[in-house]
T-cell receptor, first 113, second 113 residues
Framework: DQQVKQNSPSLSVQEGRISILNCDYTNSMFDYFLWYKKYPAEGPTFLISISSIKDKNEDGRFTVFLNKSAKHLSLHIVPSQPGDSAVYFCAARGRSATNKLIFGTGTLLAVQP | DAGVIQSPRHEVTEMGQEVTLRCKPISGHDYLFWYRQTMMRGLELLIYFNNNVPIDDSGMPEDRFSAKMPNASFSTLKIQPSEPRDSAVYFC???????????FGSGTRLTVV
């Protein structure tokens, strides 16, 4: 059972425009959410995170929005750049003693020059 | 620090053979995680260790998979016997404060023919 879902396997955006990547989760006990970025032949790297007590977190061109009632979060990239082309993974952490992150299936973002 | 180091980078083996994947975490990180990346399931947690002790192995697919962490600087993931459906990229990650972001290795791409 996939607790963290990324329903769009791929997304194509023009350079300079906004990229919006979406993520849905099913477990209301998740209290912390993260986005990771992965280039080919490399491991995922941390991008941005948000606590469940917030609804928005911004870091430069990257903003993550959290809608707890809808169990939905999104990552906005503005403006998009060709170097942003990568696979983006959404991840969630439970509130219990276990410290593991549950990842989604990923979305491949292609930013066209 | 050299980061999380995984070996080998690529492994091609025949069905039925034993495969051993290796990981050296970042020094001082008490948590070590093994993930498997597939198109269908994304990044799937297999097992994680805290202070060299396995904490949660509920993601290990079956008895053919085993993992050990004999000391703080080394872990192995073994598949015996290997099957074609085990073909995937296997990532190791370590963390000092789990849930707030892991550091991933570059992964081992396993192909079982």
């Amino acid at each position: 059972d996939q607790q963290v879902k990324q329903n769009s396997p791929s997304l194509s955006v023009q350079e300079g425009r906004i990229s919006i990547l979406n993520c849905d989760y099913t477990n209301s006990m998740f209290d912390y959410f993260l986005w990771y970025k992965k280039y080919p032949a490399e491991g995922p790297t941390f991008l941005i995170s948000i606590s469940s007590i917030k609804d928005k977190n911004e870091d430069g061109r990257f903003t993550v929005f959290l809608n707890k009632s809808a169990k939905h979060l999104s990552l906005h990239i503005v403006p998009s750049q060709p170097g942003d082309s990568a696979v983006y993974f959404c991840a969630a952490r439970g509130r219990s003693a276990t410290n593991k992150l549950i990842f989604g299936t990923g979305t491949l973002l292609a930013v066209q020059p | 620090d050299a980061g999380v180091i995984q070996s080998p980078r690529h492994e091609v083996t025949e069905m039925g053979q034993e495969v051993t994947l290796r990981c050296k975490p970042i020094s001082g990180h008490d948590y070590l995680f093994w993930y498997r990346q597939t198109m269908m399931r994304g990044l799937e947690l297999l097992i994680y260790f805290n202070n060299n002790v396995p904490i949660d192995d509920s993601g290990m697919p079956e008895d053919r998979f085993s993992a050990k962490m004999p000391n703080a600087s080394f872990s192995t993931l073994k598949i015996q016997p290997s099957e074609p459906r085990d073909s995937a990229v296997y990532f190791c990650a370590s963390s000092s404060v789990p849930g707030y972001g892991y550091t991933f290795g570059s992964g081992t791409r396993l192909t079982v023919v």
